[in-house]
């Protein structure tokens, strides 16, 4: 449905909403203030930038969006893409190349694709998350230790060498300004979650600087004055050879803020009960590129951070979002000159911290116990976005994972949710049918045919969603499942979480060796328990029947403890 949820959520909008999302986009857009203004200076532009594109694309993403909660703005992911692009092409390359990824999400949008976009591998999107993480780490190197120093090499291995050789120059001011702010913002959320620690460290590092004159660099030492009003849209000058330079650049930019904000609205999703309009967002996503160069901005997506800092203080329409952009714009007329006086040392250790968040190394960590074929993708997409280019590794990595899966599948992958009433019309004589089996009430049976990968695990989520009344236990059919990647490990971790939140039993059939292996190995086979995972279903059901209190058919005892022990030795 192309079908903004603004004017669904009005229908039925009440004044204590309207309170609740008053709170909730003041405290938002008082968080993305650091932040714009970080990633602006990250990504080799001025500062200002940052801010006029948290406030236009920001109003715009929640007016025209989805999703009931997305904020909208500039994030860590489009820093080295955006970065690359200054340095090669200039600001007017920027501006053209941001708003013809805004033409390619609307025509993805209105092309359906938003739900293909989900089918963007695991490996993958954690393999250049994670190569960002630490290219966005050592580019604030220079201003987290003062280090005297022209400009900064943008090739990773030679930028760590030009770090080293002038680590001499380092300023111990800068330096204690950077690690004042991280230890500040680690543990100021520990303490009070309201106010967000960046602000805080912000506003204490300035005044800091001010008053005992420390000597380090600041935003107007380096940039000068920073306007207090928006400028006027102007529209930039383009030829056709340009737009041929810039094509491949601008698809990075949509497919990433297409990931980002899917990823975004599916995390809200989950915090919310709700369910966002993929295709819908994706338009949203793409006026708002088109728009915020146009009154000189950058790229923007949906930012999880921003929306997560929404959503817990009680931002449920997007009102909210609208507010936020406004209350950004109302800072930056009054109080934008005062941000000259903030030290980059400080924007720099915020980034940092940015990208320790980003990094996910534990997620990156577990994947590394994955399946060898998708250990290759993560490393693969990981290297190329440090070493060579972030628009490469998203190329390789999306079309490695796509031969991978091309090589595995054999059969088309489906998902069907398998209740009592189900009658299993293909295989009527099949003697392990689940119509031949009595399934008790309170119980759904979902059964997955198929090898189930990084396609197959999203069918796997929809079916999740069909079943009106939640079951008090779920059990997960895998008789016809011969393989099963990262992407579907997470997505069974992501259930079984679902399923403990609501108190809902878990257990998991007919399960196979390598499926039941990579489980033992990502440890998800003992966060289900080895009572709970059954190698044919009657005994699964006689688990439910007993989970229930109700009498048990004879079977022998699982064979699955006994063979999960036996691999766990030979690991």
């Not at 940039?223 to 810039?246: E, R, V, Y």
């Not at 728009?291 to 817990?312: D, Q, V």
């Not at 931002?315 to 109080?335: E, K, Q, V």
Request: hydrophobic share 50%; aromatic share 8%; proline share 5%.
């Amino acid at each position: 449905m192309l079908k903004p949820k603004l004017f669904t959520t009005l229908q039925h909008y009440s004044r204590q909403q309207f309170l609740s999302d008053i709170t909730a986009g003041l405290i938002v857009g008082v968080v993305a203030i650091p932040l714009a203004v970080a990633f602006a200076i990250a990504s080799g532009v001025s500062p200002e930038k940052g801010l006029f594109t948290a406030v236009i694309a920001g109003f715009i993403i929640s007016a025209l969006g989805g999703s009931r909660v997305q904020i909208g703005g500039p994030t860590g992911a489009f820093v080295v893409i955006v970065y690359g692009i200054v340095q090669n092409y200039g600001l007017n390359g920027l501006i053209v190349a941001t708003m013809m990824a805004g033409v390619i999400l609307i025509v993805m949008g209105v092309a359906r694709f938003g739900s293909a976009i989900k089918f963007i591998p695991h490996p993958v999107v954690v393999g250049f998350t994670s190569g960002i993480a630490l290219i966005i780490l050592s580019s604030q190197v220079k201003d987290f230790l003062g280090l005297q120093m022209g400009d900064v090499p943008s090739d990773f291995v030679e930028k760590w060498i030009a770090f080293a050789a002038h680590v001499d120059s380092m300023n111990f001011y800068a330096v204690s300004i950077g690690m004042g702010c991280i230890l500040l913002i680690v543990f100021w959320q520990r303490v009070i979650h309201k106010i967000p620690g960046s602000l805080v460290a912000l506003i204490l590092s300035t005044i800091i600087v001010q008053v005992f004159h420390f000597p380090v660099e600041t935003i107007g030492s380096r940039f000068g004055d920073i306007p207090s009003t928006l400028p006027a849209p102007t529209i930039p000058s383009f030829d056709f050879a340009t737009l041929k330079h810039l094509i491949q650049p601008a698809t990075t930019i949509a497919l990433l803020a297409g990931i980002e904000s899917l990823l975004s609205a599916v995390v809200a999703d989950g915090m919310i009960g709700g369910k966002h309009r993929s295709n819908m967002e994706l338009i949203a996503q793409g006026v708002a590129n088109i728009a915020s160069p146009l009154f000189g901005g950058l790229p923007a997506t949906g930012a999880i951070a921003r929306t997560a800092t929404n959503i817990r203080n009680g931002g449920r329409t997007p009102i909210a979002g609208m507010i936020h952009a406004l209350a950004l714009l109302m800072i930056m007329l009054f109080f934008g000159r005062w941000a000259t006086l903030i030290p980059l040392s400080c924007l720099a250790a915020i980034l940092v911290v940015v990208a320790y968040n980003m990094s996910e190394w534990k997620v990156f960590k577990a994947l590394l116990k994955s399946p060898r074929s998708d250990v290759v993708v993560l490393l693969t997409t990981f290297v190329l976005t440090v070493v060579f280019d972030l628009t490469v590794a998203i190329e390789i990595g999306i079309v490695l994972s796509v031969f991978l899966f091309m090589r595995r599948m054999a059969l088309v992958t489906n998902v069907d949710v398998v209740t009592r009433e189900f009658q299993d019309e293909e295989e009527t004589d099949d003697p392990n049918a689940i119509e031949k089996r009595v399934i008790p009430e309170g119980v759904e049976v979902y059964e997955i045919n198929g090898p189930f990968f990084f396609g197959a695990a999203y069918k796997f989520e929809e079916a999740m969603n069909i079943v009106e009344k939640a079951p008090k236990i779920r059990i997960i059919r895998m008789r016809n499942v011969p393989a099963i990647d990262s992407t579907g490990l997470n997505v069974l971790k992501r259930v079984l979480n679902d399923c403990k939140k609501h108190h809902i039993a878990f257990l998991i059939s007919d399960i196979h060796t390598q499926p039941l292996y990579a489980l033992a190995q990502s440890n998800l086979f003992y966060e289900v328990g080895e009572d709970n995972i059954f190698g044919n279903i009657d005994d699964a059901l006689n688990r439910a029947r007993e989970i229930l209190g109700l009498p048990k058919v004879d079977r022998p005892v699982p064979f699955v403890p006994t063979v999960a022990r036996e691999m766990k030795k030979t690991e």
